[in-house]
């Protein structure tokens, strides 16, 4: 039986037996590289890293267009550390999966430290400041999720966390924001040398969110006399520290333990499913869809990895305004919320499973082809066609890939207005558009309101994914249940009429009665979900 190992991974026929690519490039060497010029740092150790942004660099390791590893650190979740890196040599066993079931197996290994940005394991912190503190440092890359970036609560106070951080300085500092620029400080402090912070969350503009994080600690530190005042400078001088904006797109899932009974059948074990007390799912392999995109925006001011070698695209902030925005309000994101709400209310766990759904198929066609594409934003380095038809006939139809409406309806009354509301706002910005027309992008609106209710089309209680407004929005739909008439009904407009969610008026867009004639029609009973769908997508 096969183990993850740099010991086992010596036995090339072995592991190449299963199926499994290697890796191509001297380990040794590459880890004695980086550990006296190391020049890429990534905070995040989860899936995303390990399946997409650490296997790009083994790309340029295995052609020899890159001499140091990367170097994983863990500022939220220590067992990451712990239980996948360490016990496994800091490799990842990658499963690639295609809609038609087809694996690609392959190691990882471009990750050759894996260390906590936690201040009571000095040496890992010793690492962390004697990394900072070298000249050859290029990057600082992130996948630390959008509430990493975070600083302030829903009352637009510090948090409790930040508060601490910002009174103890420097030196103890916890929220991952206060420990970048504590790390940031000792780079200023040792030459002020330049280097690029690089947000890769799938989130907007996340690069100024870094950027704004960072430097308002900093600031607060200042204020405090806790840090030279010159510090802030430093890291708004552009000519020395830059924040580029990226956007990336990749399905990398909780494990599957259908993918690990299968590498078991091929021979391949420990590899156990983890969860760890911070409730991250993990194991030492990563399944992914193939489909992979990340656009960064090329500002760098200490030279940067040569990653457009292994298909990652560097352009302008532009572009990757254009690229996002594509992706974000027409070509996935409104199609994944479509089918998050509909498949919770007609009872699916899995986004695959209602891909096979004629209903729900046509339902997300329309958004995308129909309603979508002619406002469209082309970004030029991407077709939306094209990206859309991957969406479609691939990614979301992909069964290997466990990704759930439930996972995807969370945080809903956030998303709105950006997965649909930019679109009618395009269509209302047009002469040759009427938003009134629209019949797919209402519905999805209209299931969106119907979930609430948290009944599903069969009458049953469900329970919710968690969103920050929830209760308030039950309350506005206080009253309305299955079999309610209209005037009942028109309870709704309280949810509707809110311009914070949508982002626009849907009343005056023409949009607010359609939106309520249809929630009014999926509350008839058992199975009016399912009517109303059939109905305006026939």
């Given at each position: 039986m096969l183990s993850l190992s740099r010991s086992s991974i010596a036995d090339r026929e072995a592991w190449e037996a299963a199926g499994v690519e290697l890796p191509q490039?001297?380990?040794?060497?590459?880890?004695?590289?980086?550990?006296?010029?190391?020049?890429?740092?990534?905070?995040?150790?989860?899936?995303?890293?390990?399946?997409?942004?650490?296997?790009?660099?083994?790309?340029?390791?295995?052609?020899?267009?890159?001499?140091?590893?990367?170097?994983?650190?863990?500022?939220?979740?220590?067992?990451?550390?712990?239980?996948?890196?360490?016990?496994?040599?800091?490799?990842?066993?990658?499963?690639?999966?295609?809609?038609?079931?087809?694996?690609?197996?392959?190691?990882?290994?471009?990750?050759?430290?894996?260390?906590?940005?936690?201040?009571?394991?000095?040496?890992?912190?010793?690492?962390?400041?004697?990394?900072?503190?070298?000249?050859?440092?290029?990057?600082?890359?992130?996948?630390?999720?959008?509430?990493?970036?975070?600083?302030?609560?829903?009352?637009?106070?510090?948090?409790?966390?930040?508060?601490?951080?910002?009174?103890?300085?420097?030196?103890?500092?916890?929220?991952?924001?206060?420990?970048?620029?504590?790390f940031a400080y000792k780079r200023y402090l040792k030459g002020q040398y330049p280097m690029t912070f690089v947000s890769m969350d799938n989130c907007s503009h996340n690069g100024d969110k870094l950027k704004n994080g960072m430097v308002t600690i900093a600031k607060e530190w200042a204020a405090k006399g806790l840090v030279e005042e010159g510090f802030v400078a430093y890291l708004e001088d552009e000519q020395k520290i830059t924040f580029p904006l990226s956007m990336i797109d990749k399905i990398t899932p909780r494990p599957s333990e259908s993918v690990q009974a299968a590498l078991l059948e091929q021979g391949i074990g420990g590899m156990d499913v983890i969860v760890t007390s911070k409730n991250t799912y993990t194991a030492p392999f990563v399944n992914a869809e193939i489909s992979e995109y990340l656009v960064i925006e090329d500002k760098f001011t200490n030279g940067r990895p040569a990653l457009e070698e292994a298909g990652i695209i560097f352009t302008d902030r532009d572009t990757v305004n254009n690229v996002e925005t594509m992706k974000v309000t027409t070509c996935l994101n409104p199609l994944h919320t479509a089918l998050a709400v509909t498949g919770c209310l007609l009872g699916y766990t899995l986004i695959a499973d209602e891909m096979k759904d004629a209903t729900l198929r046509k339902l997300v066609e329309t958004i995308g082809y129909k309603e979508g594409l002619p406002v469209v934003v082309d970004p030029g380095i991407l077709s939306p066609k094209q990206f859309l038809d991957e969406v479609l006939q691939e990614r979301f139809a992909n069964p290997f890939i466990p990704d759930t409406p439930q996972r995807i309806a969370t945080d809903t009354s956030q998303k709105v207005g950006i997965r649909f509301g930019e679109t009618i706002k395009s269509y209302i910005r047009r002469d040759d558009l009427d938003p009134a027309q629209l019949t797919a992008i209402p519905l999805a609106i209209a299931a969106w309101c119907r979930y609430l209710l948290g009944v599903n089309d069969e009458g049953a209680a469900f329970t919710l994914s968690s969103d920050p407004l929830l209760e308030s929005l039950q309350a506005r739909l206080e009253g309305v249940a299955l079999g309610a008439d209209a005037a009942t009904a028109a309870g709704v407009r309280a949810v509707l009429e809110d311009q914070a969610i949508f982002g626009v008026d849907l009343y005056a867009a023409g949009l607010g009665g359609t939106i309520e004639g249809m929630f009014t029609e999926m509350l008839a009973g058992p199975g009016a979900v399912r009517a109303t769908l059939e109905k305006y997508t026939a």
């Open positions: 490039f001297d380990f040794a060497a590459v880890a004695q590289n980086t550990l006296e010029k190391p020049e890429w740092v990534h905070f995040g150790a989860g899936n995303i890293f390990r399946g997409f942004v650490a296997n790009a660099h083994q790309k340029l390791l295995d052609s020899g267009k890159a001499n140091t590893g990367i170097i994983a650190a863990e500022t939220f979740d220590f067992e990451m550390i712990d239980k996948v890196y360490k016990p496994y040599d800091n490799l990842t066993l990658l499963v690639l999966m295609n809609a038609a079931g087809d694996f690609q197996k392959r190691i990882v290994s471009s990750i050759v430290e894996g260390i906590t940005a936690d201040k009571t394991r000095e040496a890992d912190y010793s690492r962390l400041t004697e990394i900072f503190e070298n000249p050859s440092l290029q990057m600082a890359s992130f996948t630390i999720t959008e509430k990493g970036y975070s600083l302030t609560g829903p009352d637009g106070q510090y948090l409790g966390i930040v508060q601490k951080d910002i009174a103890g300085g420097p030196e103890h500092p916890v929220h991952a924001m206060s420990i970048v620029a504590s």
